[in-house]
């Protein structure tokens, strides 16, 4: 019975420093995702405390009148449409709260060279709403992307 | 004594091994991502990758590459320049009052235009949009020879006192069959007439119109589909099929935005925040006459609705003022397709079908010039 009790604490205690390592749940977050267009795949990864997602592949990597990679060209600063899509980070400064959301972020969309708010829930551990809005959230619109893992 | 404390050590070395484990395993899976670089990473190793999920689909988005922004909030205004306006005589339903026609000039006609569109559901495999608007427009005459407005004819009366007004709400639902199949249906219930906005027409003149359209989205850059609507374009109710046809060419400078007949335009992207269109919109309503300010009596009696419609030649010039918020100048002419006066039959508009099904003469034929116009308006654009 001594032995269950000091085990079961032992057990309490490790759960509970577990519990309090911060930003653990929010690591979930960390990995590839394809957005619903499936023109991108973006991988996540953490920065300090906070989330970061760039692009690492791209449905059409080349622009098809140069043939050389695409650039952030529909940046509205000129200074940054020489910049490469693949490596870019379109996801930045993505905080975890609680129950399966990240906010205080911005989402880029190269397409329009537009910056927006953001929050992220996780509906489940393969699936996100990514949802991208102007000012306040019911401005905006939600993008459901999914977690890629490698082919089997 | 070592042998009575030996299973104690065993079972917290064990719990601490379980933590360490746990702990090691996620600082591996951090560090793993933070220490890779843009520079340092071989992209290649993101080909080979698919759902972590097996069973989730991929579905075809609502839009293509270089569509023009969808307008959240739009703030507008419309001015119409100067045209001659003819009414047609008409008798009462008892046949008791004689009505003869009368002309006047319109010096212009011109109004609010509010239109409002909120996502409501908003993923892969459904999209769902609520919208509201309310238009408005008003007329400015004149007798023919420059006086004042003088006249006795009731649909002069109320267009000058009154003018007209629409007041509804929409819904759009966007479900997507796979990634390259999709349904779309777009319905609305408007309140058109001659009402004011403090004295509102009651909800049984709501005027129903809806499109449901099958389409194909090939690829990013194109969808096209084929579907029937149920309109009120062409000024009086018709079932009529529909044609949508979005294209943007491969350098992402040319592109159409064709929703036929109701609207369809060739679009011309400077960069993503300027845009060109030409083309036109066919715009149209049944207007409800029901104010009784400014009129004969009774003449709400009379169950008249304006069948107006009328096709909007136009460029279009729309671009980003700041950040998210746009402004859309548009100039045309504006070509009258019909303007007529129609009686309701107990309580039921007359289905024409274009003339295939009825040929029941209108009660009030009316002569409109065509004038240009001019259109601005403010606009809060969609992520």
Known sequence: ?152 | MHNRFNPYWKTIILSLGCWAFIHVAQAQNTDSTKQESADEEDFSMYDNVGFADEGARRYCSPKIEGLSPAKLISIGYDFQTGYGLGAGAFKSQDKNTNWSQDSVNVLNSQGLRLGFNIPVISRTNLVWQMGANYWEQRYFMEDPDGSALQTNHPLLQTLSQNGLRTLGVSTTVFKPLDDKRFLLFQGSADLNGDFSPLGMMPLKYLKYSAALVYGLRPNEKKQWGLGLARTYRVGELNYIPVFLFNWTDPANKWGTEILFPARAHVRYTINPRNMLFGGFELEGQSYRLWNTNGTPDKFRDEDLEIRRGEIRLRAMYEFSLKDFIWLSVQAGYRINYRYEVDRLVGGQEIYRAFGLLSDEPYVMENRLGNPLYFNISLNLVSP
């Open chain 1, 1 to 152: 019975m001594k032995k269950l009790t000091l085990f079961l604490m032992s057990l309490a205690l490790c759960m509970q420093a577990y519990a309090f390592m911060p930003g653990d749940d929010g690591d979930r977050l960390l990995g590839v995702w394809e957005p619903s267009n499936g023109r991108a795949r973006v991988k996540v990864e953490k920065i300090g405390s906070k989330y970061y997602g760039k692009i690492v592949w791209l449905k059409e990597p080349n622009d098809p009148k140069s043939g050389l990679p695409k650039t952030d060209i529909n940046n509205p600063d000129a200074n940054l449409q020489n910049v490469p899509l693949k490596g870019y980070r379109m996801l930045k400064d993505f905080v975890y709260q609680e129950n399966n959301q990240w906010s205080e972020g911005t989402i880029y969309d190269p397409l329009n060279g537009s910056t927006y708010s953001c929050t992220i829930k996780m509906t489940d551990p393969n699936t996100l709403d990514i949802r991208g809005y102007i000012g306040v959230s019911a401005f905006g619109r939600t993008d459901v992307w999914k977690r890629l893992a490698v082919k089997k």
